[in-house]
């Protein structure tokens, strides 16, 4: 079976220095993304939190396996009582003093695949879309 990177492209009119904060700063994190406990952006640091949808919540557990700031961060992406493994990568490219372009490649979606369809990639497809696409971008460019 061929699997391909889920990728989520956004350009926004923000400084790479603000996105860069709101992607590794877990006080600002809580504020458009996951309200995590703690959070740094250091290799082998390893955090965790709640997300789901009304019905049923998982417990994600990640590790953060490369840092490059203000340009990339991974980190893996797995599930309590999941078998599956996956890595997801932030990338930010300055495009011009005010305008960051993010890239999210999310790698391993189909290992989740269980029979449950918030697993299923075109889930995490609508997720990462709605979160780069509306949460990120009103959260930065406010």
């Not at 956004?10 to 400084?15: E, I, L, S």
């Not at 458009?32 to 049923?56: I, M, N, P, Q, T």
């Not at 599930?79 to 990568?89: A, D, F, L, P, R």
Request: charged share 25%; glycine share 6%; aromatic share 14%.
């Amino acid at each position: 079976m061929e699997t391909k990177p889920l990728i989520v492209e956004r350009t926004y009119h923000a400084p790479i220095e603000r996105v860069w904060k709101a992607i590794t700063n877990k006080d600002q994190m809580k504020e458009w993304y996951f309200d995590l406990s703690e959070f740094r952006a250091e290799k082998g640091f390893k955090f965790s939190f709640v997300g789901g949808d009304e019905h049923v919540q998982y417990v994600h557990l990640c590790e953060v396996i490369e840092v490059d700031a203000p340009n990339k961060l991974s980190h893996t992406w797995t599930y309590e009582n999941n078998s599956g493994h996956s890595i997801v990568t932030w990338e930010l490219f300055k495009e011009t003093e005010s305008t960051t372009k993010v890239r999210l490649t999310h790698q391993g979606v189909e290992t989740f695949a269980n029979g449950d369809p918030n697993f299923e990639v075109a889930s995490f497809s609508r997720g990462w879309n709605s979160i780069l696409g509306e949460s990120l971008k009103n959260y930065v460019e406010n």
